[in-house]
């Protein structure tokens, strides 16, 4: 049986469950990833992080620039243009984070006229595709309310961004768009008899139980295609583990790794990006082999999700 203690301000609660599914996403949703911009403090303009967005963030006359080139740029920054349409007129800076393991300092951000600003330094699976629908960006981009531009920021005044050629972007708000602090089960603290359990000590079976973890399931999605596909395969397989859980008149069910088998750590998620870089080893462990690792392939997740063995690796306890 799993106890869930709530954390609420005044009355905290306890739940009590045979299963626990971890609908928690990717990220912390409590501490944002730090931009690794120099002198970002010396601002005074209004400093946004985009994960904690101002709902009353007044616009009116204010030049933003937008700081990063991942989804969130390529998300926000036309949403931000249709606005300017009416208000204001808006800059927006979009800035190349270099891919792991280039020679350049990765505490600064590369930011490189139209077709070079829009060549990403990294490959197309090194990082996640961004694809705006109906090509949205350069709508906002020909509206002439947004601007690219590409090169390293070198230091922050109290109201510009300099750049290492020599320019100044004047700015009224900056909005780092720098990316997500990864972090898996929405950073609970999981204790199995009294003692602690860490994902980052145990192997994730089939994309969505963890070794030595009863009646858990994390929902992982894919990071080729939509997340969210991963959340379906997810779902299937674990109505079908829970219907092999009943058969079988057991209590629980806990993913084992054999002592014949042996298991190499290998990244969990093929990512270059700046945000799985830095979980570097916070992240749930997956090897080199099925069903040890992430296969991001939706085709043969579904496929196994209702076709597959759903006893494999799966010890039941009755
Ligand atoms: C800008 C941007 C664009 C994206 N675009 C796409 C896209 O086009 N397609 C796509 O598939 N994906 C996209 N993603 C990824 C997207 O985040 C996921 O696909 C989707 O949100 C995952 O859904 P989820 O329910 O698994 O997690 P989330 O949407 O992250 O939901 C997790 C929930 O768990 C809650 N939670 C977390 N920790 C705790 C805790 N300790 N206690 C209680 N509650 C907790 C959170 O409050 C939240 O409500 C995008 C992400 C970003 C940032």
Not at 148 to 162: G, P
Request: proline letters at 4%; hydrophobic letters at 40%.
């Amino acid at each position: 049986m799993w106890y869930i203690d709530t954390l609420q301000k005044y009355k905290p609660k306890t739940f009590k469950t045979h299963f626990v599914v971890f609908g928690t996403g990717y990220y912390d949703y409590r501490e944002p990833l730090k931009a690794e911009i120099p002198e970002l403090g010396r601002f005074k303009g209004s400093l946004i992080h985009h994960q904690f967005w101002p709902e009353d963030l007044n616009y009116t006359s204010k030049t933003i620039v937008v700081i990063g080139s991942g989804e969130t740029a390529i998300t926000v920054i036309p949403k931000l243009a249709e606005v300017a349409t009416k208000f204001a007129r808006f800059l927006s800076l979009l800035s190349q984070v270099p891919r792991l393991g280039s020679a350049n300092d990765s505490s600064h951000h590369n930011v490189a006229t139209t077709r070079s600003h829009l060549i990403r330094s990294a490959q197309p699976w090194d990082q996640r595709l961004c694809i705006c629908p109906d090509g949205v960006l350069f709508t906002s981009l020909r509206s002439g309310n947004v601007e690219i531009k590409t090169n390293t920021s070198e230091s922050i005044t109290e109201s510009s961004i300099r750049l290492k050629s020599g320019d100044f972007l004047a700015a009224g708000i900056i909005a780092t768009a720098t990316g997500l602090k990864i972090q898996f089960a929405g950073g609970i603290r999981i204790l199995v008899d009294g003692r602690e359990f860490f994902l980052n000590e145990n192997f994730i079976l089939k994309e969505m139980m963890m070794q030595n973890l009863p009646n858990v399931t994390l929902v992982i999605g894919y990071t080729n295609i939509s997340w969210t596909l991963g959340a379906d395969v997810t779902g299937i397989l674990l109505c079908r583990i829970l219907k092999h859980l009943n058969k079988r008149g057991g209590a629980a069910v806990v993913p084992r790794v054999p002592k014949s088998i042996h298991l190499e750590k290998r990244r969990m998620l093929e990512l270059n990006s700046t945000c799985v870089s830095k979980a570097g080893n916070d992240l749930p462990k997956t090897a080199q082999r099925w069903p040890w690792q992430l296969r991001n392939n939706y085709l043969l997740g579904i496929i196994h999700a209702m076709y597959g063995r759903v006893d494999e690796f799966l010890d039941v306890i009755v």
